[in-house]
């Protein structure tokens, strides 16, 4: 049996960079963002199954402190990729893939035709195998994908075989945001630090959860990439090649060079060989967040931030009775034309129930299981400080 791996994480985490760094690995086949309308299908699919009335265009949600999104999440935890798929959904997402990959895996576009399966399971399956027809090397090699936003899938993707291999990658909030907002394409700050929050809290959990799962800051990959690369290597059970330090050795989707996406104008790349990577990356948030944006970013991301070895600005009460951040605004003007229909974000209220899930978890006081998952997601993530992740 055939075993593959996943990259997940949030975007603007160095997925796509990472991911044509493995492929850059002779053993190694990787592909680009090729399959998320599969992950929205099989959503949608459930929620039909549960009789839940949601939106099925909208992006996959955070699931914090809506109960019908929540209820939702909760029940994808305790399934598997085993959710029969009719046919005319296969047809539909055919070409839904189509679209989705033309830009990040154009060449598996040619064998969609191939796609089939009466399961998701069965269907992704497929789907790797047209990675790798598409992507052929010689010789043996195992076969993966990154995708974003879908961190929720990852026990999915292990329960598919034994063998099978899951890596999160996970950025500091404060760069993936900025980033964002340098981009002029932005989306609303709740939707973000809330997408971010979901995305670093599962990774935790996952890895603590599974020895095929494991979790990657981005900021270790750009300070120490040969570790970082070595232990990625060891941890897919292949032998590293020098291709993967070599910037000028990573292809696009089409084969061509890679050309790193950034949305500074400058790659975290550096041109010299000598500096394979740019550590100034590491800073550029500290030029695009306000102060009020960054107060708001470490205040609600706090306890993720602190699990994984991000440190704040100063040390800040959560609990502070200074509410001027309930004025926030997000500039509607720079928004992303997709998102306008998802954003609708009345912020005085999504501030407030924000500032009470930071009461809730600085008093510690014991809350039901239902509550718990509307504001933690996971009753287990409050138990990771405990451990001492």
Known sequence: MRNNFLISGMFRTGTTMFARMLHSNPNII??????????????????????????????????????????????????????????????????????????????????????????????????????????????????????VWVDEFAPHFLKMHGGNKVIHLIRDPRSVIASNFASGSTYPLLFLLRQWRKSASLACLNSQRSERTMLIRFEDLLTKPEAVISASVDFLGVDFHPNMTNPSSYLDGSGRPWKQNTSYGNGSLAKKDTQLFNKTALDNWKKVLSDETLEIIERFCSFEMKLLGYELTEERDIGSTDFSILDYQDDSSKSAAWIQSYANYNNFTEISVELMRLRVMQSKVKTSVKTSNLLFLDPDILKLRAIGF
Do not use: M, W
């Open 30 to 147: 990787c592909a680009s963002d090729p399959f998320a309308p599969i992950y929205k299908s099989y959503r949608n699919t459930l929620s039909t199954i549960l009789h839940n009335s949601l939106d099925k265009k909208a992006p996959l949600h955070d699931y914090y402190f809506d109960k019908q999104h929540n209820d939702l999440f909760q029940e994808i935890q305790k399934r598997d990729f085993s959710i029969l798929i009719e046919d005319d959904e296969l047809a539909s997402l055919k070409e839904e893939i189509e679209k989705h990959c033309r830009p990040y895996s154009p060449k598996i576009i040619s064998y969609l035709d191939e796609l089939k399966g009466n399961t998701y399971e069965k269907v992704f399956d497929s789907g790797l195998g047209i990675i790798q027809e598409a992507y052929a090397k010689p010789g043996n090699s195992i076969v993966g994908f990154k995708e």
